[in-house]
């Protein structure tokens, strides 16, 4: 019996079926066809994602450089938010500094 290793698929006749096929209830077979269907399903994503991995399309390409733009644009809002609230705070704190701390 072949042994799959990380990088090599699974087929549907690798599957451990029962030699005799008329034991199965028509549910059992169901499932059975349904697993084998998920597993090539599987295989066939297993192959896409990793020519993705290799050669990553255009599209991907451009949709993350965007998504990069927009993440710096926040993240530079932000900085300026919170710079602008660090600076009004210290600015009202020596404003009403010596005025409202004098109370002994």
Known sequence: MATNGP???LSASQASY???AESLTPLEQEVLDEYARLLGNMNNMS???????????AEI??????????TSLV???LKASVYSIVLNTQIREEDGGGEGHSMM
């Open 47 to 57: 192959a896409l994602l990793a020519e993705l991995a290799v050669n990553p399309s």
């Open 75 to 77: 993240f530079t809002l």
């Open 61 to 70: 390409l451009d949709a993350l450089r965007g998504l990069e733009r927009k």
């Open 18 to 20: 029962p030699p005799d």
């Open 7 to 9: 990088d090599q698929p």
